[in-house]
């Protein structure tokens, strides 16, 4: 049997990169951070599972810091190291695509931050095809803090409320009841082609509910315009090579829906955790899924909440026994990150820092893999486990 799993934790980074300087991230360590926000609070943040696969020694390979707490007791399972981000943008798309074999050698387009952030032209434009009556925000901010301070006026006048962020973004809010959900994915499809020729990564649509700013929500049918990544990636390469492949969560978002096979989605870490299992029953020999675990990220990283990041990251390390007790020998897992989100980290942003990797299964060798310094070498690796052409980046473990 020679299945390959690739799960994504979203933003959980492990030490700034060598360039953090170049994003204003220096010192920034999404892992060792959370780790000691909680040894500074109580008995620490403990991760078993993730430590016996070598999480903790792969944050001291990158950092020289055994974050506080997370030393593994026993030997390590898994092979683990940390990767390096070639890619330019800290973004998603830029992580995901990267671990898939096609790192991002261009620069995105980003929206200023000023206000207003976005071309006049292109809001007018956005405005008229659309019918609005204008719009508000027009600036970076976090969506929560945006959809608290202007929901009510976004009620009141019809007017979606639309921001970016230091990614490349435009990201539009409305309230789904109010505005009407499907208005809403209309205006960013609409949006979505106005942003092409400004090589903007996405468009995402943030629907929420509640009738004031004490009770606004986002709800999880969030969709996200994205543009295609540029090459093959793996999930691609395989599919045309007609293996079965299923991903979980935002990764159908992620790719623009190239390659991406049977999507499952669910809102939340442990829903996610759970359609993943019931794909991998269901996936044949050869076969590759890919999940995304946004979590870590949108709830926590962006809105600097160091506890429930670590809680998070609790959650998921209790179920890894799951995992384990489905996989078949051949089977290989590599767990990895797209980017930080130093929950700890001055503003709401994304951090640029190396991301774990750990390759595990039974019958895999362990060790350290050490530095990787592509998280390309993430797709090399799974190519020639599942005996395909790999993309063209990447160097195998
Ligand atoms: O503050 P919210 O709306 O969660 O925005 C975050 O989500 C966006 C897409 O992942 C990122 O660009 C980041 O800024
Ligand atoms: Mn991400
Ligand atoms: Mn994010």
Redesign the pocket.
Known sequence: MARALILVLDSVGIGAAEDAERYGDVGSDTLGHVAAWFAQRGPGLHLPNLATLGLAKAAEASTGRMPPGLAATGRITARYGYGVETSRGK??PSGHWEIAGVPVATDWGYFPDTQPCFPPELIAALVGRCGLDGILGDRH??????IAELGDEHIATGRPIV?????S?M?I?AHEQAFGLERLYAVCAVARELCDPLDIG?V?A?PFLGSSAADFV?TGNRR?YAVPPPAPTILELAEKAGRTVITIGKIGDIFAHVGTGEVLKAAGNMALFDRMLEGLDRLPEQGLLMANFIDF??LYG??RDPKGYGQALKEFDARLPELAARLKPGDLVVISADHGCDPTYPG???TREHVPILAYGPGQPTGPIGRRDSLADIAATVARHLDLTAPGAGTPF
């Open positions: 973004d998603t901010a976090s969506g929560t803090a945006i921001y970016t962020s230091a990614d973004v990201q809010a996405r995402i943030r986002r996200d990220d949108s962006h809105r709401s942003e994304h």
